[in-house]
């Protein structure tokens, strides 16, 4: 067995699969396996999500349903909202 040569500064081997990923590799390029110790915003913002459609008021940050065209507690108009007609 050859002597392992030093990996570029900052790679990182895939625990499941051994493979070398660059350090800007977030995932395993072989298995999408996450890199282990990154940094998880991602999951912590997947974990918060509104519900679908709702939105949040930028004024006072109230959440609203999807259907609220203006904010329930300030009335300042949805972002974004389309006008019919
Ligand atoms: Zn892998
Ligand atoms: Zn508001």
């Known amino acids: 067995l050859k002597l392992k040569f030093a990996a570029p500064s900052g790679s990182w081997e895939c625990p499941t699969c051994m493979v070398q990923n660059k350090a800007a590799d977030l995932k395993c390029v072989a298995c999408e396996t996450r890199k282990p110790g990154?940094?998880?915003?991602?999951?912590?913002?997947?974990?918060?999500?509104?519900?679908?459609?709702?939105?949040?008021?930028?004024t006072c940050m109230v959440q609203n349903k999807a259907g609220d065209l203006k904010c329930a507690a300030c009335q300042t108009s949805k972002p974004g909202a389309e006008s019919a007609g």
Not at 38 to 58: H, I, M, T, V, Y
Request: hydrophobic share 30%; proline share 5%.
């Open 38 to 58: 990154s940094s998880s915003n991602d999951d912590l913002r997947l974990k918060f999500a509104a519900p679908s459609g709702s939105w949040e008021c930028q």
